[in-house]
């Protein structure tokens, strides 16, 4: 036991230095891969022990038939953790099947034979590698994303509980995973959420033969009763639980007449609220599909573009008149892109937001994404921002004095991992209590970039797709209604500032939910410093 003990002391102390899974598909990916070797150490393990005719015990051996299938083909799949279900199994097995294997077997009072040190060593070798043992609060956030991913894109929960999730196949989620999603929604506001899976688990349980002490039909009603009660419909609950106490089930008397006892028909609510004004319904519209007219559509258009190299031309489609919102396509290679996604995952860092008081930053939800910056000192990367000072005619460069433009942000999206609508700019008056000066200040002095001191705000966004998303992820701008599909080796690019210095509310945009991929941008903020012969100011407009 000790342990285990040891092991979540240990998770929850790196939580404190902001280790988490979630947060990153990448490091899902890995953590897939390490898994792998931990499966082929512990059927060693029990290899060893039958060739020895030692016993292994019931509880190790139902645990290794349990791991054997999942582990197998997720170490075998390289997309595996790129569907949130199946990433969810993923961060389960990490948190209530692996620990119990190591404490069986590496008790601490037990004597560790050959084969038992070498799941230790594994153990320890795959600890490494992953730099943080995924903990509750990723089973946590894991369950929260999938919640949200049902909110944005309606999904068919039937489906995803037998292992489809938008036509793809995944591993089935069994009852008792769909119980604890079930109570996350409960306990995180989603009553309506946790209605859903609670119905779709009792249609479930109608047509199969898992029925244990815990999870039947009578639990999963008295849980849905317990959430039209938590949502006000005492009477409902009280409802719900009618045929249990005509059949007999006497636990439940209790219960049913609690119910009974404070229900006052007058004051409930019809129904249980959609979640609905936690998101921009816009928004969310858009994360789906496109959404302009087809005339609006007909006016817009491609051409090649021109820059100060004559056989160098951009290829520019319009994807939103006004303001003008740019798609570049092929402005970065597929080996370019997976340098910077690769140097990028040695820096990681959890995604932040500015924090409510205007200084510092913090980690939201709304933010759910690892980050690094890439200077400018690599060549590979120089060179992709000299590109975009090409492509844009902006001033892009950057010394330790003073640069025009902010080193690369690379960002790799978590399970579900999405950006909320958001201005670019620093000084956008989200925050009128406090100057932007002090916005500005914040950026530079956080992130040490003492060279941006004095440059502006953020007059421009050039963000590239360094990969393919197969579903969900797209970048959309509710105020202009405007969508831009994630297209590997593409860049959007738009102005944040109006000539007159101020924030173009037009360009409010968000990254939305990532469903199934492993989403990568690269942002490159363009400061205002230096662009006064490109986009001169005009106090007019
Ligand atoms: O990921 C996206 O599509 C948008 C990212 C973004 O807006 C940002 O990082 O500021
Ligand atoms: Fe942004």
Known sequence: MKFVWTLSYVCSFLHILGGEIFSSVYKLSILAKEEGKL?????KYVTI???DQKSVS????????????PVSQSYQDPKYAENPINAYHLIGRFVYKWPVVFAIILCEDCELDE????LNMTYQTVNANIDYWPDDYDVKATAQALLRLRIFYYFNIDEVINGVLFGEHCQPLNPSQIIKLIRIAADSSMLHEARLWCEALLRKLQFSSHLDEYINEAAILRLLATIFNKAGMVGRAADILVPLTQSGHSEIDQEYEFYKNIVNETSEPPDIPLVTDEYDSQYKQLCRENRKTPQELSELYCYLSNTSIPYYKGKVEIVNLQPVIYLFHDVISNDEAAYFRNEATKKFERSVVLGDDGKGFKTDKVRVSQTAWLFDNIGIVKRATRRVGLLTGLVTTSSTNSSNAEPFQIVNYGIGGMYNPHFDTLNSGLDKARPGDERLRSVVEANGLPELRGTGDRIATWLYYLNDVEVGGATVFPNINTRVPVIKGAAAFWYNLLPRGQTDNRTLHAGCPVVIGSKWVGNKWIREAGQ????PC???M
């Open 39 to 43: 499966l082929e150490a512990f059927k």
């Open 49 to 51: 022990q039958n060739n």
């Open 58 to 69: 019931f509880e190790l051996q139902r645990l290794l038939n349990d791991l054997e299938p």
């Open 115 to 118: 084969a038992a040190l070498h």
């Open 532 to 535: 006064m012969f490109k986009r």
């Open 538 to 540: 005009d106090i007019h």
